[in-house]
């Protein structure tokens, strides 16, 4: 029969705690690289003179209009404003895909940019109908359908714990 020494106790307890750590490093990196890329992302979209046209342009469309439906009516999915309206649908149908793959982070991009998507979803919903409609693709901004329904009915914005409140529950102290 084989006796344990302090020793061995001692590097087990030392080995378990490594194999902790380097998890715990692992997750906040992948975290960290999420948060970097939504970042990126809304950084690109403040300063893209391209994005800056294209959401100005979306918006006079929106205010100045209370019919975008017509756009989306085949006869009329090649004109201006339709393209207007199909550029912004892809943005959104994009970062809702972002999301939903993890490759974006969603609490920190809910946290800067829920309201308009919310209210664009809105707007654009019936938009999004007519189009599937005609085209007999229920799936067309499928994603972008999916993630504005879910933060319109979630509202709130949850706060994340800190890194010390999550290592205590982590470790159930």
């Known amino acids: 029969m084989a006796t344990h020494g302090a ?4 590097q087990t307890y030392a080995v378990v705690i490594s194999v902790v750590i380097a998890l715990l490093v692992l997750i ?3 975290r960290s690289g999420k948060k970097r890329e939504t970042l990126q992302l809304i950084s690109s979209m403040r300063t893209s003179p391209e994005f800056k046209e294209s ?17 989306a009516k085949e ?7 339709a393209k207007i309206i199909e550029e ?3 943005y959104y149908e994009l970062t809702s895909l972002g999301i939903r793959m993890g490759t974006l982070d969603e609490h920190f991009y809910k946290l800067w940019y829920r309201s308009s998507l919310v209210t664009d979803y809105g707007r654009l919903q019936p938009y999004i109908a007519e189009l599937r409609r005609w085209t007999g693709v229920p799936t067309y901004f499928y994603q972008f359908e999916k ?3 879910k933060w319109a009915a979630h509202p709130k914005v ?3 714990p800190n890194l010390l409140t999550r290592m205590t529950n982590f470790f159930g102290l």
């Open 158 to 160: 949850k706060q994340e």
């Open 147 to 149: 993630l504005a329904t």
């Open 55 to 71: 959401r100005g342009e979306y918006l006079k469309l929106v205010n100045s209009t209370n019919n975008l439906v017509e756009f």
């Open 88 to 90: 912004m649908l892809n």
């Open 7 to 10: 020793g061995d106790v001692v």
């Open 28 to 30: 906040l990196t992948q």
């Open 75 to 81: 006869e009329n999915s090649e004109t201006k404003e």
